[in-house]
Antibody, heavy 122, light 108 residues
Framework: EVQLVETGGGLIQPGGSLRLSCAAS????????MTWVRQAPGKGLEWVSLIYSDGTTYSADSVKGRFTISRDNSNNTLYLQMNSLRAEDTAVYYC????????????????WGQGTLVTVSS | SSELTQDPAVSVALGQTVRITCQGV??????ASWYQQKPGQAPILVIFAKKNRPSGIPDRFSGSSSGNTASLTITGAQAEDEADYYCHSRDITGNYYVFGTGTKVTVL
């Protein structure tokens, strides 16, 4: 059974750093593409970052240069390193497995974690 | 990155049909996927690659696309279908991904 469990959220001051973890089971992170999606309180879903199975990464303009997506194959875990945090980064952060559709190479997300809340506030 | 625009809210009578649309330039090039999210829960995939249903998703959910518009149709809506629905696709550059603005579906 595919399972994703996010940890690492919490209250952090503006300008601070936080690393989110997403422990995967039932499949290998290294053999799949993975993504982070966030949702601010009362708002819609926002795509954050994606790492393809070949290691190529992409991030939304809103987090580029501040957030870094990575993975640890030995621990079967996905990470999101978040630096220079701002109030507008306050959200529930979800990790998800990204499957790639062969026809147009687009990703879709078939399995999601339960999310971890990040609150950026002084 | 480009935007995907959805109607904020729609309502449907129990057992009737509702169509949710998603508009964006990138949809002329890339397929859409659709996600259902209920309050306090993580999203779940209901349609991928325009019209494909994951296992376990009822066949009352269907997807289609024409031009710059992708659609999710619920045929015979049930009370448990009341939720927020989001479309998702690549942006026009192909390097980024974007979610639609979301549609709240109310089943009356």
């Amino acid at each position: 059974e595919v399972q994703l469990v996010e940890t690492g959220g919490g209250l952090i001051q503006p300008g601070g750093s936080l690393r989110l973890s997403c422990a995967a089971s039932g499949f290998t992170v290294s053999g799949n593409s993975m993504t982070w999606v966030r949702q601010a309180p009362g708002k819609g879903l926002e795509w954050v970052s994606l790492i393809y199975s070949d290691g190529t990464t992409y991030s939304a303009d809103s987090v580029k240069g501040r957030f870094t997506i990575s993975r640890d194959n030995s621990n079967n875990t996905l990470y999101l390193q978040m630096n220079s945090l701002r109030a507008e980064d306050t959200a529930v952060y979800y990790c998800a497995r990204a499957l790639i559709y062969y026809y147009d190479s687009s990703a879709y997300y078939d399995s999601w974690g339960q999310g971890t809340l990040v609150t950026v506030s002084s | 990155s480009s935007e995907l625009t959805q109607d904020p809210a729609v309502s449907v009578a129990l057992g009737q049909t509702v169509r949710i649309t998603c508009q964006g330039v990138s949809l002329r090039t890339y397929f859409a996927s659709w996600y259902q999210q209920k309050p306090g829960q993580a999203p779940i995939l209901v349609i991928f690659a325009k019209k494909n249903r994951p296992s376990g998703i009822p066949d009352r959910f269907s997807g289609s696309s024409s031009g710059n518009t992708a659609s999710l149709t619920i045929t015979g809506a049930q009370a448990e279908d009341e939720a927020d629905y989001y479309c998702h696709s690549r942006d026009i550059t192909g390097n980024y991904y974007v979610f639609g603005t979301g549609t709240k579906v109310t089943v009356l």
